[in-house]
């Protein structure tokens, strides 16, 4: 890890002007390292620029520098943008297809991972260390590695980003290292108050409402100890920015409150002929990895995500079903 880190800070020295993407889908750990990098790589002299792929709001507006992210195409960034960056950072993005399909590795500049989840790696440096709650934890300990000059602002987006992804130190990937990174960021000015208000109040009195009702689609499965919420297209015409994000968060969340089982899914329209899986469980030992894996997604051991090919969601829910029986069974 140290041999990366002076990598790292080799990199940064000779770089010019840096690029830094959030992922698919940004949450929390995605959006504030990216912006928490950006504060420390301009403290450093460096002309940066946050992208996203997709628009991003909700929470996020209340963060002073969201404004500044620039939202574009992949086409439009290959063609025009990408040449004009030397370094390009990826905070949090275990894979290329995390970002967008569409998106080309930019081969001619250097390509930053910094992350925690498992996977192979893409990336001409990478700093991954899969015990990490967060990528917020990684990205801490590279800053204290490099010595930077620490300020409230930067602290405060880490904070976040570690509450995003531990959803509030509750879930079994937060260790001990976990509380002592939070430690040291409230030692350095983090605002707690300011990041949960972020991390918490991220919806609209309507959405809640519709939110609500879909709790009712709930489907709890005894046989395979299982909860599993199938939403057809007509849930998700109102996708507006984060709209999926925040459903599969609000229904997640809510189903973690029943007494058992420990083992949710949702599976959501996303395109047609594609639905999205979102995979989730309460326990360490209950590893739902390899049940995306089976659709060629990824992420976490408590928290996974992949897509399937099916026509409507009555297919897309039997074969996310088949794949759990024969993993399980
Ligand atoms: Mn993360």
Redesign the pocket.
């Known amino acids: 890890m140290k041999d990366k880190i002076k990598k790292l800070s080799e990199q940064i020295k000779k770089a010019k002007r840096v690029a830094i993407f959030l992922h698919r889908n940004p ?1 929390e ?2 959006i504030g390292n990216a912006l928490a990098i950006q504060l420390w790589l301009e403290k450093e002299g460096k002309r940066v620029q946050v992208f996203s792929f997709e628009k991003t709001d909700g929470q996020f507006n209340k963060l002073k520098a969201f404004s500044k992210i620039a939202v574009t195409s992949p086409q439009k960034f290959n063609k025009l943008q990408a040449k004009k960056f030397s370094h390009l950072i990826y905070p ?1 993005v275990a894979s290329l297809s995390m970002i967008n399909d569409e998106f080309i590795y930019p081969s001619t500049s250097c390509n930053i991972r910094l992350d ?2 498992p996977g192979e790696s893409w990336a001409d440096l990478e700093i991954v260390d899969t015990t990490a709650s ?2 917020a934890e990684v990205v801490v300990e590279i800053f204290n590695e490099l010595k930077i000059e620490w300020d409230k602002n930067i602290a405060s987006l880490l904070m976040l980003a570690l509450i995003g ?1 531990t959803l509030n130190f509750q879930t079994p990937s937060t260790t001990e290292r976990t509380f002592k990174t939070a430690g040291f960021l409230l030692s350095q000015g983090a605002d707690l108050v300011w990041a949960n208000r972020i991390y918490y109040s991220k919806l609209s009195s309507n959405e809640l409402k519709s939110y609500a009702t879909l709790l009712k689609n709930m489907e709890v499965d005894e046989k395979r100890e299982l909860v599993w919420f199938g939403l057809d297209k007509s849930y998700m015409i109102k996708d507006k920015p984060g709209y999926r994000g925040r459903l599969i968060d609000f229904l997640t969340n809510n189903v973690r409150m029943l007494s058992r089982p420990e083992r949710y899914v949702v599976v959501s329209y996303f395109e047609p002929g594609g639905y999205r899986v979102n995979f989730r469980s309460s326990k360490k030992e209950v590893d739902v990895r390899k049940w995306a894996l089976e659709f060629g997604g990824g992420g976490h051991v408590n928290a996974s995500g992949a897509m399937v090919k099916a026509d409507n969601i009555k297919q897309a829910m039997k074969m996310v079903l088949d794949a759990f029986d024969r993993i399980y069974g």
Do not use: K
Request: glycine share 0%.
């Open positions: 949450d750990d995605s949090d925690h989840h967060s990528t992804d």
